[in-house]
């Protein structure tokens, strides 16, 4: 297992004092400390010299300075996003509310919504199905990733999920024209947003759509259910390890390929759906209250609680073989914002069909 994700996080929280990072590989304390351990044995010694010859002062390593850039743009991203939480939101423009219902229209054939401005935001169809949730791979350690147990799972109703993560411009389009995001560009992922933000945004589109939306559903997060149903390719799944292929670098920016920085969306082998970045790039949030053992009602999560929301699908700054897997399951608060995670819209049922 590639050991650099993990130190970057022990690394960040504990040489630099700031917990940055969403996900947790539930790792015990001793393996905490054995990967700073292995650390310290192997850039000491190097640190250790080059302060003797700039006089004493002890320089950071190279590790260190990465962990501090992220950091600084971590801060700067957050900085951003309180000051833009405080901020009303301008009302959508009624000609971006019509462009949006002529587009519906066409909904069912072309997948396709438009957002204020023009803005489109493409979306795929998912045909309701049953399936095996959780890792089923016997070589996992089932006691380091004991909330991944595997059971069935059938999804009655069709859904739509957005066919890349939310991008920054169309966040800007339905939120006033502003991102939050620590790496900026319209292409990229938007990322620094919470899951109480998206519900924001969710409520503005739903909005905007209202009455021309399919009898019954809604714009939300996927829960988490239809996330990894989704993301194993529903009924076209072919049993991948990752979504789209056994081979981590043919879909996804993770920590071994992305330069540490998110990439524009889309730019990786789709899964057997078309859907792109499943794995990779941003974790994304799901509908869910996080819960051991899983949501009971898996579409409708009636009686779901719990502290925390359930992410999914790794990021461009620490995913490696085992993060990256479809099944991998990363609770975090609902407040909760950082530069790794961002979301994937749904068109999900509202209620079950009598």
């Not at 966040?171 to 109480?196: I, Q, Y």
Request: charged letters at 25%.
């Amino acid at each position: 297992m590639n050991r650099k994700p993990e130190i970057r996080k022990f690394l960040i929280a504990a040489e630099l004092g700031a917990a940055l990072v969403c996900c947790a590989v539930f790792l015990a304390a001793a393996r905490a400390n054995q990967v700073m351990a292995e650390w310290r044995e192997t850039d000491s010694a190097g640190d250790e010299r080059i302060a003797e010859e700039q006089g004493g002062e002890k320089p950071l390593t190279p590790l260190q300075l990465e962990a501090k850039a992220i950091l600084d743009i971590q801060r700067e991203a957050m900085n951003r996003a309180k000051e833009l939480a405080t901020m009303p939101l301008e009302p959508i423009p009624a000609e971006a509310v019509k462009l949006a219902e002529d587009a519906m229209k066409q909904f069912d054939s072309t997948g396709v919504i438009v957002l204020p401005g023009g803005t489109e935001l493409r979306m795929v169809k998912v045909e309701a199905g049953t399936f095996t949730m959780g890792e089923t791979d016997e070589g996992i350690d089932k006691e380091l990733f004991d909330n991944e147990m595997p059971h069935e799972v059938t999804l009655k109703h069709v859904f739509w999920l957005g066919r890349t993560e939310v991008t920054q411009a169309q966040w800007k389009a339905v939120m006033s024209n502003r991102t939050p995001s620590g790496f900026t560009g319209d292409d990229l992922p938007v990322e620094v947003v919470s899951w109480d933000d998206i519900q924001i945004f969710c409520a503005r589109l739903n909005g905007m759509y209202a009455g021309k939306l399919p009898a019954g559903y809604r714009f939300d997060l996927p829960t988490e259910a239809q996330w990894e149903y989704a993301a194993r390719g529903g009924k076209k799944g072919k049993g991948f390890k990752y979504s789209g292929s056994d081979d981590l670098d043919a879909v996804a920016w993770h920590d071994g390929n992305s330069g540490q920085t998110t990439h524009p969306v889309g730019t990786k082998q789709p899964n057997e759906l078309g859907l792109y970045d499943m794995t990779g790039n941003v974790t994304e949030w799901c509908r869910d209250w996080y819960e051991k053992d899983y949501a009971g009602d898996p579409e409708f999560l009636r009686g779901n609680q719990g502290d925390r929301r359930v992410c999914h699908g790794g990021g461009w700054g620490y995913t490696d073989e085992l993060i990256a897997r479809i099944a991998f399951r990363d609770p975090s608060g609902s407040d909760s914002r950082d530069i790794f995670t961002g979301f994937r819209l749904a068109l999900v049922p509202t209620e079950p069909a009598e």
